[in-house]
């Protein structure tokens, strides 16, 4: 390690010491060419001064004519008053009289002296200045010259021959002390994606709120937590989010346990039903539910002839958003009810236990942990949306949106990037009392001898009236998406309700492109997540090691920051050097994943709570290595949990709209953004024909997914009454 730290120093002091030669070499050059005639007019020479610094702002120029042995002495023509202040305090240095002497002997001198011009630190230079028509040494140039951008290069030399090190004391590290070096891997690689991509970017919107024009300052701070409408919005973003998590993780489990638990016909359809709101773009739904029962709505103003009746505010927003997230819900809850073991359901009801109380006190029990998951992923959600609040919200005033209209209308980045950074203390808060109750209890039930079906625990009445409820959501369900449909083949929906074919051929024309580099994007970044999601749970679930808990947390960030925050810290950490990835598809697929990371990973986590670890403690035994365990043992177990997390991943790159919409370019251009500039040109029939055209693509994903993917026949299950 030393040794390579040496050669690692060797070559940064020798590439360091050339670009010196080369700059200094350019700037030498530069200087000569300028000096080559001065005019001798004092008038002529402030023109000539002007008109040099105008034609090159790298540097400033001080002109000194004569020598202080000359019998006029020497005159300085310092062109502002902060120059001739700086000249002042400089004049009596031995620098200062070394490159005076330089220039009368015609040599250039470049001290290494810095000054300060205007805040910038800027390195000096000393060169003779000629007559242009005797060639006569008249005098000498001072010459200030900015070293902004050749710091930057040596600031990120170090960085990375710095980082260089890094990696290799860790792979060294690993490698030479690890147990398992294969995990040592996993968990080094799990840490350097989350601390380039989640960590840094998060650390640039953080400095971004600390710091005006160039200084620290907690001016932002200080403005945004003494204005009471900003805190009004964190509470209403709050009191959303709450309302929205109860009332989806209660559609969603009503969902899944229907599905999972009760020998009803018509399964898969009622598993479309259920994931079909979170296909769609975020907003369509809020325009459904506007040209439905908004104020000139067709229901209530055409229908039923309301007056006074308002679709918009905190109860809109709520039914809007549990419409569009309890999919989250259900995808969780799903994996968690169909891994329960029901040996224990039937020893309980072995014993004489009811339905209903088997029920409360097994099979509720053990779904807790995806209750709790469900309830975090939707409230993180909720809080970072921002495009259903911007449409519906009224008065009702949200943190996100804030934080949007501070970014798109003010133009305040610092003030946008803090208001979003407020909604991680509600957001962490609720994960550190979710991890902290789930840590403390076993939910242990998939042991090496799983039992092939499920106990039937709903009685017939009982089934009646869970299917009424879901038949209840899914009709108003299948209004908003008719409206959505229906929007298609008319001229212009609340204006024109004649039948046309005109926005089908229009929208192709214009969307065709988008629609192909959205699938790419999407198609890219699924299955990376899906297998990345899975190793991340693995590793969580079964390992323990140092920074396990930081891990854990800045894996759920990116879920829990507003769409606005993740595109604004995209942009400031990747418009740069190291990493120039703005302009590129690259940002869009690293957003997709590292966004939906959360979701597929903590189904795999409440997945593997439910798998004895012994399985693969067995297979070790027998001479496994990790990556054969995950592939033969963990992967196949935890088939639901891959499936959701593939699902989710390749849905919610599909309908991204909040970070998306600042990480597009003319090059990679995204369906929903194209829907949304429909929208908002109330262009609502080619928005529309997007909009029906997406659903079909990945509910056809959905069923090749659950092709390819088979399901283990040794975790195949059947219910019985």
Known sequence: MLLFAAILFWINSSLTDSFQSLADGRQRKTAVAAMGSAPSGDDAIEAWLKRISSQNDEFDLIFLRGFPEDEGGMRAFAGTPELEELLGSYEGTRSFAKGLESSMYDEVFQPSDRLTVRGETRRVLFAPAHDGETGDIVGTALFLISSSDFDSFLTLMRGLFILALVIFT???????????????????????????????????????TFVQEGRFSLEIWRSILSQKQYLNALQGSIELGVYTATASTAVGFLFAFVI????????????????????????????????LFGNNGLITRQLLQLEGFSIYGLGGLTVVQTMGMFPIAYLTMIGVLEGIDSTLEDAAMNLRATRWETFRTVTLPLSVPGLLSSWLLVFTNSLADFANPLILAGNFRVLSVESYMEVTGMNRLGHGAALSLLLLMPTLSAFLVQRYWVSRRSFVTVTGKPSARLTDLVSPGLKRVLLAAMFVIIAFLLSLYGTI?????????????SFSLSNIREAFERGWRVLLDTLTLAGMA?????????IAALVLTRKNFPGKRLLDMLILTPFALPGTLVGISYILAFNKAPLILVGTGAIIVINYVIRELPVGVEAGIVSLRQIDPSIEEAAADLGADVPTIFRTIVLPLVRPAFISSLSYTFVRSMTAVSAVIFLISAKWYHLTVQIYNFSECLRFGLASVLATTLIVIVLLTFGLLHVLVRKNENLAKTVSN
Not at 263 to 288: M, N
């Open 170 to 208: 860790a792979v060294f590290a690993v490698a030479t002390y690890s147990r398992d070096p294969v995990t040592g891997f996993i968990i080094l690689g799990l840490f350097t994606i989350v601390a380039i991509f989640v960590a840094y970017p998060l650390f640039e919107a953080v400095r971004l």
């Open 260 to 291: 999972s638990r009760t020998g009803i016909r018509g399964k898969r359809f009622l598993s479309a039903i259920a994931t079909l709101p979170v296909i769609s773009p975020p907003f369509s739904l809020t325009l459904s539910i506007i040209l």
């Open 485 to 497: 449909i229906a929007g298609c083949f008319v001229k212009n929906w609340g204006i024109d309700y």
């Open 526 to 534: 699924t299955p990376i997540a899906g297998f990345l999601a899975m």
